[in-house]
């Protein structure tokens, strides 16, 4: 599924996906806060939340803490982000101009907020896929954290910065678990091709796909423009993920795999 923005954001909270208009996201729900500055802005949800900051400077504050962070931009700074629990007060105050993505989810589970920075992050910048497939799948993945660093979290959840020309979660695959992604383009014309199943949809700045489960999934970029996209995976409370790759395409990946004019 495609979920377009009807127009250019809004200053405030711009849904895109809620629990009760797609139900096969598993409860899952996305938007995206746009402030100008000296906006004040406050958040409380009961439900699990990730803040993460796109671009600018704000302060972030929640029960007796408070930050004030900057990120130029996203593709070329690491994430930082708030990730509170349920029924956590959150106030945003814009120094910039700035955008924050926010993605929710039920969970009952209590943990401790915090504000990760790339240090704290799973993974601050990861350059993956160099070596393989002809380097047509090199890309930076930056994972915020999954349950291996916060066992109570229901999400997945993290960043990629995909070259231009390239493809990204590639070969295909799958999982029980619905996923999201978020994107945003350098130059902002730019476009990608989200495959679904099948299918595929062109995506642009500021689209979202949504991936209900085992539907197969990859990613390609346009030549001449990098694909930021922020992903997001509603993790079973009671399970951990599996993806499974399409078998027929994984012999890409083997270190001494063949490609035209080779084969």
Not at 12 to 17: D, I, Q, R, S
Not at 97 to 115: C, P
Not at 200 to 213: E, F, R, S
């Amino acid at each position: 599924m495609k979920y377009t923005s009807k127009g250019p954001f809004e200053k405030g909270y711009n849904k895109m996906v809620s629990a009760v208009d797609n139900p096969e996201m598993m409860g899952m729900e996305f938007g995206v806060v746009k402030l100008s500055t000296g906006d004040v802005m406050h958040f409380s949800y009961a439900q699990e939340v990730v803040y993460d900051l796109l671009y600018g400077k704000v302060s972030f504050e929640w029960g007796s803490s408070s930050e004030t962070v900057e990120r130029k931009d996203c593709f070329h700074e690491g994430a930082i982000l708030l990730h509170v629990p349920q029924d956590t007060a959150v106030v945003v105050t814009a120094l910039s101009d700035a955008e924050i993505a926010v993605a929710r989810t039920e969970n009952k589970r209590s943990f401790a907020a915090r504000l990760l920075r790339p240090e704290d992050c799973l993974s601050a910048n990861e350059e993956r896929g160099a070596g393989l497939m002809n380097d047509m799948s090199t890309r930076l993945v930056r994972t915020f954290f999954d349950r291996s660093n916060c066992p109570e979290t229901n999400f997945f959840i993290g960043e990629v910065v995909h070259f231009p020309g390239k493809w990204s979660s590639y070969p295909p695959h799958q999982h029980v678990e619905p996923e999201l992604y978020y994107y945003k383009f350098l130059p902002e014309n730019g476009y990608g091709l989200a495959e679904f199943g099948d299918d595929a949809y062109k995506v642009k700045n500021n689209d979202l796909t949504g991936m209900p489960a085992n539907v197969t999934h990859s990613q390609a970029a346009a030549p001449g423009y990098a694909e930021y996209y922020l992903w997001c995976i509603r993790l079973q409370d009671d399970k951990n993920i599996v993806t499974t790759n399409v078998a027929e395409y994984e012999w890409v990946l083997k270190p001494d795999a063949k490609f035209f004019p080779e084969i």
